[in-house]
């Protein structure tokens, strides 16, 4: 049966590419150049999706012009390029953990509110923007006939897999290391919040806190009998999950959520403890709101939120730092901190790329074999 539909398409194009790791569909060696360019590109991921996106369109619709993909441009062949992102490559992405964004290239500064035709002589403003006129090219080349729509984002899709597979081969390498350390020692707690510290403030960083605090419940779950709801995805808001925040606790015992979770990498503001008062009012047994920021905690807030439980009948509010945080836990929990940083790789491997990129994976093993060699331990 022949796809017709953008699903059905792409997964047919993944399908093909994935059967034929390399084989080149594309006929021009510089066009291959820049597929390669921008599909390896681990700064900017937008313009992935970009060229993704147009030429799913382009397969789905032969009629459109690839180089005008915003409504906003009045002509017949003009087209929706961010429908075509959400509605089909995002779900890709997180289908198959592909290294690229999670959320859709139009509405990145350098794409958005575009209403003129993609061609090679537009600036994007945009870094890096040799990356960008690659991506007007591929465009271009298709829009003149000179490529097929079907063979660049089959190239395209061929590529990524190609580094995902690179980049979990040097992934298994750091942790086959590791896993060959001879005796090493165990990390201290204030050891092991040291490299927390390094690893948080390591580029794209966001997802991190919230696996922090997943990893600490993990760690101690059959102690204290709370374990942690299944995690959202990374860009997933809570009006669309229905969450009370970013992790959400429970007794071993019942379904109902008694601790809520929510990680700023700002400062808490008044309006944050607000907005969440709000987002709880249906959970009847919560006994905690806890925001965790990586930022200072300004002392009127915090206040703020203390003056909370009165007004609440008898639910805490309360701001953590999130060093802070992981500090008392380990310990607190001394004799299972070992276990904490366990669940804590465990996580921050597991996450999509999307979520935890290869570069903050790759970092943290790099730190943690750090943290083992004789000359920090002391051996």
Request: with cysteine; charged share 20%.
């Given at each position: ?38 599909a ?10 970009l060229?993704?996106?147009c ?20 002509e ?18 997180q ?26 002589e ?7 923007r ?11 080349q ?9 063979a ?12 995902q ?12 290391r590791?896993?060959t ?45 709370e ?39 700002k ?9 969440a ?19 200072p ?5 915090r ?47 597991g ?23 004789p ?5």
């Open positions: 049966m022949t796809p017709t539909t953008p699903t059905e398409l792409l997964d047919a194009a993944f399908a093909l590419a994935a059967a034929e790791p390399n084989t080149w569909l594309t006929v021009s060696p510089e066009n291959r150049d820049r597929i390669n360019r921008i390896r590109n681990t700064i900017n991921r937008a313009c992935v999706r060229v993704l996106a030429m799913l369109a382009k397969v789905h619709r032969a009629e459109i012009d690839p180089r005008r993909p915003y409504t906003e441009i009045t017949p062949d003009s087209f929706s390029g961010r429908s075509y992102d959400e509605g089909y490559i995002s779900t890709l992405i289908q198959h953990q592909l290294p690229a964004n999670s959320t859709t290239a139009f509405l990145t500064p350098a794409l958005r509110n575009i209403n003129q035709t993609l061609t090679p537009k600036v994007i403003v945009g870094r890096p040799t990356l960008y006129a690659d991506a007007l090219q591929l465009l271009d298709v829009a003149h006939g000179h490529e097929q729509a079907n660049v984002l089959t190239d395209t899709l061929r590529v990524l897999l190609l580094l597979t690179e980049q979990r081969s040097q992934l298994e390498t750091l942790r086959a590791l896993a350390t001879e005796s090493p020692a165990e990390l201290s707690s204030e050891g092991i919040v040291t490299l927390l510290q390094q690893h948080l403030a390591s580029p794209g960083g966001s997802r991190l806190p919230v696996l922090i605090v997943v990893a600490a419940y993990r760690a101690v779950a059959s102690l204290i009998g374990v942690t709801k299944p995690l959202a995805a990374h860009t997933a808001a809570d009006l669309q999950t229905g969450a009370a925040g970013d992790v959400e606790i429970r007794l071993s015992s019942d379904d109902r959520v008694r601790t809520v979770y929510e990680m700023k990498r400062a808490v503001t008044i309006w944050d403890i607000n907005r008062n709000e987002k709880i009012q249906h959970l009847t047994e919560l006994d905690n709101y806890i925001f965790v920021t990586t930022d905690i300004d002392l009127q807030v206040e703020y939120a203390s003056a909370m439980y009165a007004s609440t009948g008898g639910i805490e509010f309360a701001i953590l730092d999130c060093l802070g945080f992981v500090r008392h836990f380990l310990h607190l929990f001394h004799r299972h901190r070992a276990a904490f940083l366990e669940q804590y790789q465990t996580l921050v491997l996450e999509p790329d999307s979520a935890v990129s290869f570069a903050l994976k790759q970092a943290f093993l790099a730190l943690l074999a750090a943290a083992h060699s000359e920090d331990t002391g051996a």
